[in-house]
């Protein structure tokens, strides 16, 4: 199936939202809602997608998991690995790399903080793949889920104050809409999604985990304003950079890998992205 360019305009236009809403912050302007509803989409778009590829790949989840890993790891690691040698980080980056800056219990500061979204996200699919495939084709849920559970309730267990319980309800219910509409499809009219078509919407779509991960460096409050601009275009150049010469080989080595364990199958997704963490094969 064709990839959705219109998904990836509409990424695009989340990862604005948060990149917007730290810039405004430095003229001392609360935009906080406009980067929530970027995030937010994020998380609807992920909940759709990853339904679509589990479904469509038969709920492989040894083929989906060594995708996630390849995708989503190195990116996120080297991100952290350079905040962490730059001095931006300390010793937080060990509970960002382990997908806890959702909980206090990680003290995660302002360089990995924004991977919260990310470990929301990841701790979904530790536990919602193999729920798919025990409802869906009578699979008996492995002793994994267990545990897997547990690490998916510590942000309800021990919330940040500015996420809250409540935010954690709505995380997992703004994935679960993108679920259910994965699996009852709406045509949206075309004049809608054809301006999310138009460059360069889709390409910074196509970048936009990177991006995300990226603009903490040049965005937020300590940023002189004179900054922005030269900022926002090294985030740019920098996750270009990225996807190009860094995380894409890691896709391919993924893929790689999965054919020497005669894992590998037929591309599994009309568009093969989840949300934050999200592009498998672009």
């Known amino acids: ?13 989340a990862v604005g939202s948060v990149i917007a809403s730290h810039l405004l912050a430095g003229y001392g302007i609360d935009a906080g809602n406009l980067g929530w509803g970027g995030v937010y989409v994020f998380f609807a778009i992920s909940g759709y997608v990853i339904t679509r590829t589990l ?30 040698a730059l001095g931006f980080a300390g010793f937080e980056v060990l509970p960002a790399a382990a997908f806890l800056c959702n909980t206090r219990i990680a003290g995660c500061t302002w360089n990995v903080a924004h991977t919260w979204s990310l470990a929301f996200e990841e701790q979904f699919y530790l536990v919602y793949p193999a729920l798919l495939a025990a409802l869906l084709l009578r699979r008996r849920l492995p002793w994994l889920i267990v545990p897997a559970v547990l690490f998916a309730v510590l942000p309800f267990v021990f919330p940040i104050h500015w996420i809250g319980r409540r935010g954690f309800v709505e ?50 409050e300590s940023v002189p304003v004179a900054w922005h601009p030269a900022g926002v275009a090294a985030a740019i150049v920098i ?44």
């Not at 199936?1 to 990424?11: A, F, K, Q, V």
């Not at 078509?197 to 937020?220: D, K, V």
């Open 55 to 84: 479904v469509a790949d038969d709920i492989n989840l040894r083929r989906f998991y060594i995708r996630r890993a390849f995708r989503i790891l190195p990116a996120m690691w080297l991100y952290l690995a350079v905040v962490y």
């Open 1 to 13: 199936m064709r990839r959705i360019e219109s998904l990836d305009g509409l990424r695009a236009i």
């Open 239 to 282: 996750s270009m950079a990225s996807f190009h010469a860094f995380e894409r080989l890691f896709q391919e080595n993924g893929r790689r890998l999965a054919a020497r364990q005669g894992l590998e199958g037929p591309r599994p997704s009309g568009d093969p992205e989840a949300g934050l963490g999200g592009q498998d094969s672009s």
């Open 171 to 220: 995380v997992y219910a703004l994935l679960g809409m993108g679920a259910f509409f994965a699996f009852h499809p709406v045509r949206v009219p075309r004049f809608l999604t054809r301006p999310l078509e138009l460059a360069p919407l889709p390409y910074i779509g196509r970048i936009s985990y990177s991006l995300y991960l990226w603009q903490q460096l040049f965005t937020g």
